[in-house]
């Protein structure tokens, strides 16, 4: 598990994505601090790294990178961290579309494809 404050190339999601998933990374992005913590088999486990490290949980959201993948495919609105009635999220998904919009400028800025 890694927090990635500057940038991760697609070369490094790639073999991420090997060691673990075989074609998926999994993901949690900081919307507030403008992080992504990657590589773990669970979203949990990425958030509660970020959890650790000074983020707060409200701010978290789970996704996944498929490296091989290129435009919408590449990334996946989907984890069980994303279940928030309290937020107003009811699914795995992230509904809210200033979130999710967040999430991809997050993304664009720290994965170089």
Known sequence: ??????????DELKQMAVATF?????????VDKELIAVDAELH??????LLVDGSKQKNLWGINFY??????EF????????MRPSQGNRTRGIENQEIRKKV???????IKR
């Not at 490296?67 to 919408?72: F, K, L, S, T």
């Open 67 to 72: 490296p091989e993948m290129r435009g919408d």
């Open 44 to 49: 949990s486990d990425l958030e509660a790294l």
């Open 22 to 30: 075989g074609n998926m990374v999994k993901a949690v992005v900081d």
């Open 75 to 82: 990334i996946e609105f989907d984890s069980m961290i994303n």
């Open 104 to 110: 991809m400028e997050i993304v664009t800025k720290r």
């Open 1 to 10: 598990m890694k927090i990635i404050t500057e940038t991760l190339s697609s």
